[in-house]
């Protein structure tokens, strides 16, 4: 069977939404990013980011950072603290704000750095596992994916995500799996494929064209998390249906009642969930005049009444 992974997103893949997807069909979650000094001041913030159920595993936290005796403490403290299945290291992120602290996918320009990173912190937890995301490369003159994921295999990281863009492309264009595949043919390091994956049929082509060892899905399941449920069916050749109006409505209105109940404050929950609604009303008859009216959205019951007037005039 092909794992199939929730990538990890800021803002979004918190452990309600991780919670939920585990019954659409995930093998595998992981937190939101947090960084080294998250860790060590253990406010509030970070205790929220690594906070999860026995329901989610197996499950790992995602770290970065730059310095790798400081990435390495902080990941000793979150094993003592949380106890992950594995730790996870970010090599992929985009965001200027994580790479102008030499985070992320900065560290895709100097792999002599990554390679002290990952070895830090694979000694730092062993027997714990710790496995890597990596992006293609910094730019599309520095296409690096084969060279970063054998000196990850080195270090002995255990598993490595590919996105297929660079860093530079951001989420624009399209993903290249042919690097993809060239990585995961280049190790024995456990390659699990990322980028534009948005169905079963693709999913199946992906693995079947590529060697990985497993699905990594992240953008598309904001607002569509039974894709899953979709993919599974194209690996098991079945025929797959999809949700009605009527189950996807009673899905949406289930995160938000968890999401309210998970942070205490409706309003505050509510506030959060906006961008979660917005995204969960792509492809809908009516999404744009849904997403005007979820930018207001303050209440559980607000959400209740749009999704009963929706299925009302017929889904």
Not at 51 to 78: C, I, K, M, S, W
Not at 91 to 97: A, H, R, T
Not at 244 to 251: G, Y
Request: neutral net charge; charged residues 25%.
């Amino acid at each position: 069977m092909v794992p199939l992974y929730l990538a990890p997103m800021a803002g979004v893949t918190n452990t309600v939404f991780r919670q939920l997807l585990k019954e659409k069909g995930v093998d595998v979650v992981t937190t939101e990013f947090v960084s080294a000094e998250g860790i060590f001041h253990r406010n509030q913030r970070t205790t929220d980011f690594l906070a999860f159920t026995e329901a989610e595993r197996p499950v790992g936290v995602q770290l970065f950072g730059g310095d790798p005796d400081h990435l390495a403490e902080a990941a000793r403290h979150v094993v003592d603290w949380v106890r992950p299945d594995f730790i996870d290291l970010n090599f992929g992120c985009p965001v200027n704000k994580v790479v102008a602290k030499n985070g992320g996918s900065a560290l895709l320009r100097d792999c002599p750095l990554l390679e002290r990173v990952a070895s830090a912190v694979v000694r730092a937890v062993a027997p714990l596992p710790v496995t890597a995301k990596i992006r293609i490369g910094w730019d599309d003159q520095t296409i690096n994916a084969v060279t970063t994921v054998q000196i990850l295999e080195a270090c002995g990281i255990q598993r490595v995500a590919i996105h297929g863009r660079t860093r530079s492309q951001g989420y624009s264009g399209a993903a290249n799996w042919e690097v993809i595949a060239e990585a995961a043919g280049s190790t024995s390091v456990p390659v699990v494929g990322n980028g534009d994956i948005t169905d079963g049929a693709t999913a199946l082509a992906r693995v079947r064209s590529s060697g990985v060892r497993g699905l990594m899905i992240g953008r598309a399941a904001m607002g569509n998390p039974w894709v899953f449920d979709e993919i599974r069916a194209a690996f098991d050749g079945r025929t797959w249906v999809a949700p009605q109006a009527a189950d996807r409505w009673a899905f949406i209105v289930r995160h938000c009642r968890e999401e309210s109940v998970h942070r205490g404050s409706e309003r505050h929950a509510m506030h959060g969930m906006r961008a979660r609604l917005m995204a969960y009303t792509r492809g809908m008859p009516g999404g744009r005049d849904l997403r005007v009216r979820f930018q207001f959205v303050e209440s559980v019951a607000e959400v209740e009444d749009i999704a009963a007037e929706v299925l009302a005039r017929g889904g």
